[in-house]
């Protein structure tokens, strides 16, 4: 008589390769815990040391290290400028296209203006940089004359809004057509304009995917590097006057990493301070805009 | 009764006054369209305009000191004799062992020539707009400011800007150790980030259980692509660069003459930077493989990893290529990482390995734009269309892969 035996039978090889797979899918934790302990390591060197307050770092307004001064305001103000000027025209911008795109453009039409923003995005942004240098910082010097800096922050926050607006936009326009059609038709059986209904109707209903997009936009303008290391100057300076040169947090890191830095100098563990604040301001905004989009999606399914 | 709703003529007023509104409003969206489309037309204007033009120069040393014949009938046999009886013998045997003289083409030589007996002394460059609408004004002034000048139309990309090494004369640098490098970090990175960033994907889609470790994953990898790349180069500084590096200098393996800072630190932080992006991908191309063929495969009595290898992942494959392209093309143009990690800022050899010092395109391109002489913005703006070149090619592939092998379920 044959003898089945269909109990599971313990498999040494397909163990070992659900192993590996848990591996390679906690190695994403690693990478952030290993982000955390380095740049945490290097920046608690740097508080310890004894000429570094607490204080002095988050109000002072001039950044020397080496001269004591360890004003983190000096490259945080650059950074909130440009970021502030790059959201201001990729806000509005990105939100038109993405009206334009979900409301009003027809199949065809999309299917040749999204390939055109995805090379956009696809730019690499040390490209945008030569282009807010080269291109157009003097064209802002001649509308507005010498005052403009040839490092300024203005040039190097709008380019960078450029950069961010196929960003906005298509993280808006999901949001537009993740509104069910119902409310729009609701909105023209009353006798509404089609502005009426993408303004009044479907844009209030996409509002919270708009504001993950505005997030996840700020955040990509902390962040960003290659433009404000070109264009937006190279030397720490607290202003918020658009038209002057100052150096991001950034910026910082890049220009001073650049050279030759001796380990556990001064210089080196500040540059680490700066990045875990970035590093934490840009994740308690990406995950704000998670949630926010999570939220957004289970209220239409 | 008291009628609210607008009669006949006001009804008509407030009509059309909506309707111009909508226009106005209609008019506005399609501008902020058009403008993001202006933009890029502006930048790849700009890029082009910077890479052809105008070039004044002059010869330091009189080209009739060393031959008489015009320098653009010289043969190669003539020039390899000039270059062999004006140049020093360290610098001839220098050039002997980066390539042998003899077999170097006549451009090649011709350029050696121009580079290091004559010595060009650019004076002024201009944009290709420039040149075409203000040629006649252009030659003038050269004529007034620079007597000796010489001007000619110039284009700064040319196949000799893609094959020579870089140079500390713009006029006589070429992208190829730049290029070279690029493409050993981006091997180097997607030899790392590929099977992890699949295998991840492969676990989180197939194999995990859905609990609180399982979301925290998940989230996190969402997190780690939205973190700035300036911080994975500091991640890579620490780790890569200082931490592993008897591993990364290749020392452990005998080779002495380098630290950290070499093609292998670099291309594992850029592996890091795009594995988030190439599991989400993945995750995405899995996704996309119908229920029914897992449990057809079930069904005839196969394991989960049976299953996974001979159903899911051929079915993904295409799906998952396209994801680690994209990634590829993003890795191919970060530069901030690469700055932090420490490329190195002036370079000449070929990179021989993966313990090799590095330079890639988007480092030079850098370079070159952040230098005050207009010739560099010269060699920036063809490094840029190098860079683009590149980049289309890479996204017209995977373009290409999604639609071949897309299937209908």
């Known amino acids: 008589m044959m003898n089945f035996d269909l109990r599971k039978k313990p498999r040494l090889a397909e163990s070992l390769i659900q192993t590996l797979l848990f591996l390679a899918g906690i190695l994403s934790i690693f990478t952030t815990l290993a982000i955390v302990y380095e740049l945490g390591k290097e920046a608690l060197l740097f508080f310890n040391n004894p000429d570094v307050t607490f204080v002095k770092f988050f109000s002072g307004t001039k950044w020397q290290p080496s001269i004591g001064n360890y004003g983190i305001w000096a490259l945080v103000s650059a950074t909130l400028t440009?970021?502030?000027?790059?959201?201001?025209?990729?806000?509005?911008?990105?939100?038109?296209?993405?009206?334009?795109?979900?409301?009003?453009?027809?199949?065809?039409?999309?299917?040749?203006?999204?390939?055109?923003?995805?090379?956009l995005a696809g730019i690499p942004t040390v490209v945008y940089g030569y282009f807010a240098l080269l291109f157009v910082t003097p064209i802002l010097q001649n509308i507005f004359g010498e005052s403009i800096q040839v490092y300024n922050m203005l040039s190097a926050g709008l380019v960078m809004g450029i950069m961010i607006l196929p960003l906005i936009s298509s993280m808006s326009e999901d949001a537009l057509s993740a509104v069910p059609r119902s409310?729009?038709?609701?909105a023209f059986a009353m006798g509404a304009t089609?502005?009426?209904?993408?303004?009044?109707?479907?844009?209030?209903?996409?509002?919270?995917?708009?504001?993950?997009?505005?997030?996840?936009?700020?955040?990509?303008?902390?962040?960003?590097t290659m433009i404000v290391a070109i264009a937006s100057g190279a030397g720490p300076n607290f202003t918020f006057n658009p038209i002057q040169a100052a150096e991001t947090m950034t910026g910082h890191i890049a220009r001073i990493s650049g050279g030759d830095l001796s380990y556990n100098s001064i210089d080196y563990t500040s540059l680490f301070a700066i990045a875990l604040m970035l590093f934490l301001v840009t994740l308690v905004l990406n995950l704000i805009s998670q949630w926010v989009v999570n939220r957004f999606r289970e209220r239409y399914e | 009764m008291q009628n609210h709703f607008p009669e006949n003529e006001a009804f008509y007023k407030a009509l059309s006054k909506r309707y111009g509104i909508a226009t106005v409003w209609q008019i506005l969206f399609l501008s902020a369209l058009l403008?993001?489309?202006?933009?890029?037309?502006?930048?790849?204007?700009?890029?082009?305009?910077?890479?052809?033009?105008?070039?004044?120069?002059?010869?330091?040393?009189?080209?009739?000191?060393?031959?008489?014949?015009?320098?653009?009938?010289?043969?190669?046999?003539?020039?390899?004799?000039?270059?062999?009886?004006?140049?020093?013998?360290?610098?001839?045997?220098?050039?002997?062992?980066?390539?042998?003289?003899?077999?170097?083409?006549?451009?090649?030589?011709?350029?050696?020539?121009?580079?290091?007996?004559i010595q060009i002394d650019t004076k002024q460059t201009w944009s290709m707009t420039e040149s075409i609408l203000k040629g006649e004004k252009i030659r003038q002034e050269t004529k007034t400011n620079y007597p000796e000048a010489?001007?000619?139309?110039?284009?700064?990309?040319?196949?000799?800007?893609?094959?020579?090494?870089?140079?500390?004369?713009?006029?006589?640098a070429g992208v190829r150790t730049a290029v070279l490098g690029s493409l050993w970090l981006v091997g180097i990175a997607i030899a790392f980030a590929l099977p992890i960033g699949t295998g991840a994907a492969v676990y989180l889609q197939e194999y995990a259980?859905?609990?609180?470790?399982?979301?925290?994953?998940?989230?996190?990898?969402?997190?780690?692509?939205?973190?700035?790349?300036?911080?994975?180069?500091?991640?890579?500084?620490?780790?890569?660069?200082?931490?592993?590096?008897?591993?990364?200098?290749?020392?452990?393996?005998?080779?002495?003459?380098?630290?950290?800072?070499?093609?292998?630190?670099?291309?594992?932080?850029?592996?890091?930077?795009?594995?988030?992006?190439?599991?989400?991908?993945?995750?995405?191309?899995?996704?996309?493989?119908?229920?029914?063929?897992?449990?057809?495969?079930?069904?005839?009595?196969?394991?989960r990893w049976q299953t996974v290898w001979h159903h899911v992942l051929p079915n993904a494959l295409p799906g998952i290529l396209t994801g680690s392209i994209l990634a590829l093309s993003r890795a191919l143009g970060e530069t901030a990482p690469l700055i932090v990690v420490g490329a190195s800022t002036f370079i000449s050899v070929d990179p021989d390995g993966p313990f090799?010092?590095?330079?890639?395109?988007?480092?030079q391109i850098y370079q070159w734009t952040t230098r005050a002489q207009s010739e560099f913005h010269a060699i920036a703006a063809s490094g840029i269309i190098v860079l683009l070149v590149l980049l289309l090619t890479l996204n017209a592939t995977a373009i290409l892969l999604r639609n071949r092998f897309k299937q209908k379920y």
Do not use: C, H
């Open chain 1, 82 to 119: 440009t970021s502030f000027i790059a959201i201001f025209i990729s806000l509005p911008l990105g939100l038109a296209v993405a009206i334009y795109l979900s409301e009003y453009a027809s199949l065809r039409v999309r299917s040749i203006l999204k390939p055109i923003l995805e090379v």
């Open chain 1, 183 to 186: 409310l729009r038709e609701a």
């Open chain 1, 194 to 224: 089609k502005v009426e209904t993408s303004l009044q109707v479907v844009l209030p209903a996409a509002l919270s995917g708009i504001g993950a997009a505005l997030i996840v936009g700020i955040s990509r303008a902390v962040g960003e």
């Open chain 2, 35 to 117: 403008l993001a489309i202006l933009s890029l037309t502006a930048l790849i204007y700009n890029v082009i305009d910077g890479a052809f033009g105008y070039i004044a120069y002059e010869y330091k040393n009189d080209p009739s000191e060393f031959t008489s014949t015009p320098i653009n009938e010289l043969t190669k046999e003539e020039l390899l004799t000039i270059l062999k009886n004006n140049l020093s013998t360290g610098a001839y045997k220098k050039l002997d062992n980066e390539q042998a003289m003899s077999t170097r083409s006549q451009a090649d030589l011709l350029n050696l020539f121009l580079e290091r007996l």
């Open chain 2, 150 to 172: 010489r001007i000619e139309f110039r284009s700064w990309l040319t196949p000799q800007f893609l094959v020579s090494p870089m140079s500390s004369k713009a006029e006589f």
């Open chain 2, 209 to 303: 259980p859905k609990n609180w470790l399982t979301s925290i994953i998940q989230t996190n990898i969402n997190n780690l692509a939205g973190v700035p790349s300036i911080v994975y180069g500091m991640l890579g500084l620490a780790v890569f660069v200082r931490w592993l590096e008897p591993f990364t200098s290749g020392s452990m393996f005998g080779i002495t003459d380098t630290n950290g800072r070499t093609i292998l630190s670099a291309g594992l932080t850029m592996g890091i930077l795009v594995l988030p992006l190439i599991i989400i991908n993945a995750q995405e191309a899995i996704k996309a493989v119908p229920d029914s063929l897992r449990q057809a495969s079930f069904g005839v009595g196969a394991t």
């Open chain 2, 356 to 363: 090799s010092k590095f330079t890639a395109l988007p480092i």
